[in-house]
């Protein structure tokens, strides 16, 4: 399993884009990158996943280096309720289980 | 609405009871999934069950049991083998077929204190 590097803690404006990065130099080549959230208190939130093309859906953009040994999430315009802790998983195909690191906690600001 | 419940939200026991966790799916998903969270740390894998009638233990599965009787419930009981129960539980599911849309879901949580 690819070992994940996030900074600890993020701020950002309410309106501006949030940067996420993740390290993940150790990844192999069936490993997706998959994004959740955990707003305080509650289960982790899918967000978004993606193997080695940029991803976009409604809450967020993936972009995944060339190399594929790092990644950033986009939120393009955050809000207060983006407040939270945001996981970077790298994750084979053939395994079951998701490994948690501690995230980055991303705290948006009026 | 579909989605995974759990219930109690949060569950408070005298050490040395055994105490069973709900979690229930009506996503019509095969597999399901039992994490553990502690203060200030990521999830970690307890059980996990592929198919009815069957489940495998994960990282930290001792002093845990679980049954998988019907598809849409996955109870975990704790039992009073567990050394340091108090925890934030989370239930997943997932489709269960490998590949890249077999993404887990999760459901709001158990909260359990153990006195």
């Known amino acids: 399993d690819a070992k994940t590097t996030q900074p600890p803690s993020m701020d950002c404006a309410e309106g501006r884009a949030a940067n996420l990065p993740c390290n993940h130099s150790t990844i192999s080549g069936n490993e997706y990158v998959y994004w959740y959230r955990q707003i305080h208190s509650q289960g982790p939130q899918y967000i978004i996943h993606?193997?080695?093309n940029n991803e976009t859906n409604e809450m967020a953009s993936l972009i995944i280096t060339e190399d594929r040994k790092s990644s950033t999430l986009i939120l393009p315009h955050a809000t207060l309720r983006d407040t939270a802790v945001y996981y970077c998983i790298p994750r084979g195909w053939d395994t079951d289980k998701l490994i948690f690191g501690t995230g980055t906690r991303l705290q948006v600001f009026p | 609405d579909g989605g995974i419940t759990q219930s109690p939200k949060y569950l408070f026991r005298k050490e040395g009871q055994n105490v069973t966790l709900s979690c229930e799916q009506n996503l019509n998903h095969d597999a399901m999934y039992w994490y553990r969270q502690d203060p200030g740390q990521g999830l970690r894998l307890i059980y996990y069950s592929q198919i009815v009638n069957d489940f495998q233990k994960g990282d930290i599965a001792e002093g845990y049991s679980v049954s998988r009787e019907k598809k849409e419930s996955f109870p975990l009981t704790v039992t009073s083998a567990q050394k340091n129960p108090t925890a934030f539980y989370l239930c997943?599911?997932?489709?269960?077929?490998?590949?890249?849309?077999?993404?887990?879901?999760f459901g709001p949580g158990t909260r359990l204190t153990v006195l």
């Open positions: 993606g193997l080695k």
């Open positions: 997943a599911s997932s489709i269960g077929l490998a590949g890249n849309t077999d993404t887990q879901y």
